[in-house]
């Protein structure tokens, strides 16, 4: 299958460049980039000297259309909504790691990123949102995935079995997020230069962050109720990873045992999630290179509290393996076709 990627110049488009390029069932014909086009990707990316040296190309719907069946974007915020549309009318199939589509609300998209929202208002109600192990008989059917944030694939892995298992209650949980700096993208910024993120974590974006609405609108989703709740996020120096701590208070007490067999049985079917033994805790770089999330849990009997921590790579499971979990899963294939890397470690 040829396919194209839209965003091709940053870091999650080099990544999927890097995945598709094992992938035995896709050929990437396209890459698509406004700010650099006309220059070969290896110019930008040496690294892919031998592997891919196309040439970025200037985003052209009808051209799309001739030469590839899927497109994925790896875009900035406001730009997928525009050409999307398009493509989907003239048969395309979308994958979308941008924001774009994430939100079912106009509204909230404006509210929180801070842009108008141009997205056809159908478009925007036929997205599928693609958290793989949640959603695979949506995805498998649908025209546009939206694939979800990199915080929100930690966070809701991490929490939504215990809201559809009904074993906490929705409205304590709380969310402390830590993030490396290639979340913010490669776009130059003084507040991810190396003397302002080395020996040092700060915290950002409290009570604002662009994914508190999409963590709340699916965990309102699967609770059946409306969901707040608190998601601070943390910057701290390192190049990949996101480990997301959890907290929620239990319906009824539990042993840690017991919580881990249950999210084992959740899990059985989902090569990507990893549930660790008692006692055990994910670590990013044990997910580093890798589409796993690995899971720790916690039944604290003193205080009747779940803690979850919930680890993955924001590059791949957090965006451009995921994208591809998501494309396997509409074409039919393997769950796991072209991401069975193991883990990059130390």
Request: charged content about 20%.
């Amino acid at each position: 299958m040829k396919v194209g990627i839209v965003g091709a110049n940053g870091y999650s488009g080099v990544e999927l460049i890097r995945l598709l390029s094992q992938h035995p069932h896709v050929d990437i014909d396209m890459l698509i980039s406004h700010s650099t086009s006309g220059t070969h990707i290896h110019e930008i990316y040496p690294h892919l000297c031998g592997i891919c040296e196309k040439k970025l190309e200037q985003a052209d719907a009808d051209e799309i259309a001739k030469r590839v069946e899927l497109v994925f974007f790896s875009t900035p915020a406001g730009v997928s909504q525009g050409l999307i549309p398009e493509l989907i009318e003239k048969g395309i199939r979308c994958i979308d790691i941008s924001g774009d589509f994430r939100l079912k609300e106009a509204e909230q998209y404006e509210k929180w990123y801070g842009r108008e929202c141009v997205a056809n208002p159908d478009v925007l109600q036929q997205a599928v949102y693609g958290l793989s192990e949640f959603t695979r008989e949506q995805i498998s059917v649908a025209k546009l995935i939206a694939n979800p944030g990199c915080f929100p694939t930690a966070t809701l892995l991490g929490i939504l079995p215990a809201v559809e298992l009904g074993l906490i209650a929705p409205h304590t949980i709380i969310i402390d997020g830590k993030s490396g700096v290639s979340g913010a993208g490669r776009g130059a910024k003084q507040a991810n230069m190396y003397s302002e993120v080395n020996e040092s974590i700060k915290a950002y974006k409290l009570g604002s962050h662009q994914h508190i609405p999409e963590i709340e609108q699916a965990i309102t989703e699967v609770a059946q109720q409306d969901v707040k709740v608190t998601f601070s996020t943390h910057l701290v120096p390192m190049t990949r990873g996101i480990l997301c701590t959890i907290y929620a208070e239990l319906k009824a007490s539990q042993s840690s045992e017991a919580i881990i067999e249950a999210y084992k049985s959740f899990y059985a079917s989902s090569p990507f999630v990893r549930i660790r033994e008692l006692g055990h805790w994910p670590t990013t770089k044990e997910v580093l290179g890798s589409n796993y999330c690995d899971i720790g849990l916690l039944a604290d009997e003193r205080t009747n509290r779940l803690t979850v921590v919930s680890v993955i790579d924001n590059v791949v499971k957090g965006a451009s393996g995921q994208a591809i979990q998501n494309m396997n899963i509409l074409c039919g294939w393997d769950e796991n076709t072209g991401l069975t890397m193991t883990p990059v470690y130390p």
